[in-house]
């Protein structure tokens, strides 16, 4: 008795034709074996085989945590129906099996995660074993939907983000769904996707700063990050590239200005476009993400919005434009938040007392924002919950303008922080941010 099949194994790139797949049963079936096991015998057979043969690794084996070393509180990480999974109190679950060696440099990985309302984890790689703490070594693709952060400090960084270096503020995931997280390391080049979206595309340059991690080398280590964090994994998979293995790319030369934003993401600052100039294409901001760790809003008129829709599967924010005389979204869903420009006092004292629109950000393009106006205009900006946007390339509003809203306890966003030409040309937004005394819990993230 003969079986003749296909399986596809590790995707649709691993491939085995029915020639591959002929199954002679007799023998076992005299033996008491069932056709089934049978199969599923063979089946696996080709699949480590497949594996092997493409540089494919399976560290995760769904029967115990064979080749992995928890620290700190143990007891977080058990093997529940097949699952590699953390909930508890902190402990980082470190890689030290067979396929270690002496250590991963440049490789692929295709991880596949769930997590769980407000649950937090991240995937460390180059990385060593250490007894207690959040890992010393190593750079970390964060894994969280939903978690918001524990007492007053406030977790801003999404799925799919390269920890500190590419943060991304949006989520494009759900928890209690399985996410596949792919990574690409090659020589000074990080790539990460998240369910087939490009998240970051990092490339290292010749000098970073102390607080950022150098590419190295090392093992891997996946998070559990407190006791009301829960998630799964089911699958990591890695396949070694050689360590001479390069993207041949150059590492862009940002300028200082980039040195400043590193130092800042480091604190958490979210620095997010949501007004970023019209003529720059989808696909011209989702670039610019990616490579300079800015977050960006795609930004489109009332009037287009019906037209043009939203950035599907790119890493962008996606606003409405309203004005004083267009700014009704009725009808009109898809957006992550409404932003309202004014031209002068007019425009202005009308666009935010038009109560029938809803708005998230106030650009105040023709300065009506002063020194004279602040009082009145801030005051109604705050009791609407009206973000204040701070443009680097005008320089508006004033610093002054800006001490007297933070004392309303308003919030402000950003603009004129793409194309890079901007950030070349001023620094204002650093001075601004710094002179005002502005913290990171001052801005607005949509979606917070």
Known sequence: MSVAGEIFVNGKDDYLAPSHFTIKTAHMEKHGFTFALATLLLALTFLSKTSAQNGWVELINGKDMAGWRANEHTGTWTVQDGLLTAYGKRSHLFYEGEHLRDGFKNFELEVQVRTFKLANSGIYFHTNFQESGWPGTGIEIQVNNTHIGEGTYIELKK???????????????????????????????????????????????????????????????????????????????????????????????????????????????PFIDLNPPTNLSALELADYVRATGINAALVRSVIKWRKLGAANGLPLFVGMKVTAKHNTTQGLSGADFFIGESTDLASARALLNARRSVMHVWSDKGKALNEQTADELLSIAKERGIAIEIDNEAKHPSVQVLKMAKAKGCKFSLSGLVPKEKMEQSSYVFDAIKQAGLDYRDFYVPGM
Request: glycine share 8%; proline share 3%; hydrophobic share 30%.
């Open 159 to 269: 799925m799919g983000s390269l920890y500190g270096y590419r943060n991304l503020f949006k989520t494009f995931s759900k928890d209690d769904e399985w996410m596949t997280v792919k990574a690409r390391v090659e020589s000074d080049r990080v790539q990460v996707w998240v369910n087939g979206l490009q998240t970051v595309d990092y490339r290292q340059p010749t000098r970073t700063f102390h607080h950022l991690r150098r590419l190295s080398k090392g093992s891997f280590c996946l998070q559990g990050h407190d006791d009301h964090s829960r998630m799964q994994y089911r699958s990591f998979r890695v396949r070694r590239l050689p360590d001479d293995a390069s993207s041949g790319l150059v590492a862009p030369d940002f300028g200082v200005w980039h040195d400043s934003l590193m130092a800042m993401q480091g604190r958490n600052y």
